[in-house]
């Protein structure tokens, strides 16, 4: 009788784990799974759950892991981790707005972590910076557990709007209009620039060299493409 109770308290708490994204397979491990990469999936060491809850729009999840950090996970989908947030942060600012000559305005959609605009926020030519996030919870989230990354929300350059992206675009991304833009040759180098955000800490992934090697292509990537075009 003893070994079938603490058999079902196995099983309660592993039930009990995977609804909450925590992996039942492995017990303590958070596992993310996507039938976009059928047969494996992404599997990091819980030390602590930090918070869970749900929102209107999603359920929302922050835990220590043993590697990365503290992890955010929005709808079982990690989104952030301190360990390499970085990469995806830099590259994504960077390559856009070091092809631009002094650029003044920028509109971020999502984002609500703050990452990117701590990064956008080093750009000392940039006068306005909008940023529309559906999900306040993300926010505020963000700023009690990844301070590093919300510190993009204290730049007085910064509007936050809570609302759907959607209803305030007000010009579109990749207008044809205006001077053709070179992305593979940057035309400011971002390293050079003096502006106080930079004391947030230095770029960890960007350089101005990187834009050359972010287009191109593998060459397995360029017989798929050469194939087709025959």
């Known amino acids: 009788m003893e070994a079938e109770a603490a058999a079902k308290r196995t099983r309660d708490s592993g039930e009990d784990a995977a609804a909450a994204g925590i992996s039942a397979v492995i017990p303590g491990w ?49 989104q952030v981790t301190e360990r390499d947030e970085c990469a995806y942060q830099e590259m994504i600012t960077h390559l856009p707005l070091c092809s631009i000559k002094d650029p003044k305005k920028v509109l971020v959609i999502g984002g609500g972590d703050g990452g990117v605009l701590r990064e956008v926020s080093r750009h000392s030519s940039v006068e306005q910076i909008d940023i529309c ?32 992206g959607y209803g305030v675009i ?22 050079e620039d003096e502006h106080p955000m930079k004391s947030k800490g230095p770029l960890k992934f960007y350089n101005s060299e990187i834009h050359t090697a972010s287009f191109c292509l593998p060459s397995f990537a360029k017989r798929v493409i050469e194939s087709k075009a025959n």
């Open 30 to 78: 958070f596992s993310e799974i996507s039938p976009m990469w059928p047969g494996e999936a992404h599997s990091l060491k819980v030390d602590k759950v930090l918070f869970q809850g749900k929102s209107d729009y999603q359920s929302v999840m922050v835990f220590q892991s043993s590697t990365y950090g503290k992890v955010l996970v929005l709808d079982g989908v990690i």
């Open 133 to 164: 996030e559906i999900d306040k919870m993300v926010v505020d989230v963000s700023k009690q557990f990844f301070p590093h990354l919300a510190v993009g929300f204290e730049d007085p350059r910064v509007s936050l709007h809570i609302g759907d």
């Open 170 to 191: 007000g010009f579109m991304l990749c207008s044809t209009e205006g001077p053709a833009v070179d992305f593979q040759h940057p035309v400011f180098n971002i390293e």
